[in-house]
């Protein structure tokens, strides 16, 4: 069998699985991950060698120099017949290995990922402003973003402009004109991608990342010109969003951009995936943070520390804890309770909580 057919094989099996991710190490099995587990593979393994081949088959054109060169590629992969899968290759050890994630070619909905749409929803309907999806990698930032992109194209008349590394959701124009740019193909990097894309009369700027100074930098001035950005950081919580946002500049620029960021972002959205209880797979659990005037007085005056008190007493916006998301996941039955306190960020106050035991105004409540 030649390492394609392999490759194809583990594919095939991790699609009829329901895996999300394929991971191939040379002279070792393969593993699937599966809903959230990673399992062996009873295979002969791959040699370096063979997993070279295939790197280098898979490849396009475009990204050989920065394979050779950098020992670590993104782009995407499509099996016949299987779907289109984004790929990391890289070295280890000196030897080669890839992570191969399935991609849905249709985006989803709110309803297919089980999350919040009404809060979704009405953040989907500024014109301009910032919003932030984090998380760890893979706690399903690309596909909320794809769902709010999806949500914008089924309701309203925007012209909506991706930047992804590499491109995983495909969308047709529904009520919006989408185009998609591929970092690396379409353009050398997302900095490049931001400065060229305010001049394609853009409504809506889907950014895959913020990871460099120019490109937060761009992100700001465009959501203060007209447009409404999506983006994703990995933090994990509201408070640790917005102060990484600050780590990419200079500590003399930290008031005026105190001011820039309470006034441009909207809101952010931290991610988690747990074990669903029923059927199989992961269920979202996430902390949303919507500014109203005390979040943007809040950042404009740098106590970043009181984000946590503010999430929790403005619920009636569409903010939520990451302990009011999982109390009420446990409640519905849809999480189990020691997969809910193991992911909670204060287990012991969700442990209350679950026991009908409430703090408020630093009094108990039962």
């Not at 593979?41 to 040699?47: G, I, K, R």
């Not at 991609?103 to 309803?111: G, H, K, R």
């Not at 200079?250 to 441009?264: F, V, Y």
Request: proline share 4%; aromatic share 6%.
């Amino acid at each position: 069998m030649s390492v394609l057919d392999t490759v194809h094989a583990l594919l095939s099996l991790a699609v009829e699985n329901g895996a999300s991710d394929v991971h191939i190490n040379s002279n070792k099995p393969a593993f699937l991950r599966l809903n959230g587990r990673l399992e062996s593979v009873e295979m002969n393994p791959l040699t370096p060698e063979e997993v070279r081949e295939f790197i280098e088959y898979s490849l396009p054109a475009q990204f050989l120099k920065v394979w050779e060169q950098s020992y670590q590629v993104d782009f995407s992969y499509n099996a016949p017949d299987l779907g289109r899968f984004r790929v990391n290759a890289f070295l280890q050890r000196g030897i080669p290995s890839l992570v191969m994630r399935l991609v849905s070619e249709n985006p989803p909905t709110f309803a297919d990922l089980n999350i919040d749409s009404g809060t979704l929803a009405n953040l989907c309907k500024h014109k301009n402003g910032i919003v932030l999806v984090c998380g760890a990698t893979g706690s399903g930032k690309s596909s909320t973003l794809a769902a709010m992109i999806n949500h914008i194209n089924d309701n309203f008349d925007r012209h909506i402009v991706t930047l992804e590394d590499p491109i995983e959701y495909r969308y047709r124009d529904v009520k919006s004109i989408i185009n998609q740019r591929e970092i690396g193909i379409d353009c050398h990097s997302f900095a490049d991608g931001m400065r060229s894309v305010l001049r394609q009369d853009p409504d809506v700027i889907l950014v895959g990342e913020m990871r460099d100074r120019e490109t937060i930098k761009t992100a700001l001035q465009a959501s203060e010109t007209g447009h409404l950005v999506f983006g994703t950081l990995h933090a994990a919580n509201a408070q640790q969003a917005v102060q990484r946002l600050f780590e990419f500049f200079p500590t003399e620029r930290k008031h005026s951009l105190q001011r820039q960021l309470s006034g441009a972002l909207r809101a952010t959205i931290t991610q988690k995936l747990l074990p669903a209880l029923e059927g199989g797979g992961r269920m979202p659990a996430s902390e949303v943070f919507v500014l109203d005037a005390l979040g943007r007085k809040t950042i404009q005056n740098g106590t970043f520390e009181k984000i946590e008190a503010i999430i929790e007493a403005t619920v009636e916006n569409g903010s939520k804890t990451f302990n009011q998301d999982l109390f009420q996941l446990v409640k519905k039955g849809l999480i189990a309770k020691a997969d809910a306190l193991n992911h909670s960020p204060n287990p012991r106050q969700l442990e209350m909580n679950l026991k009908g035991i409430f703090l408020s105004g630093g009094a108990i409540v039962n």
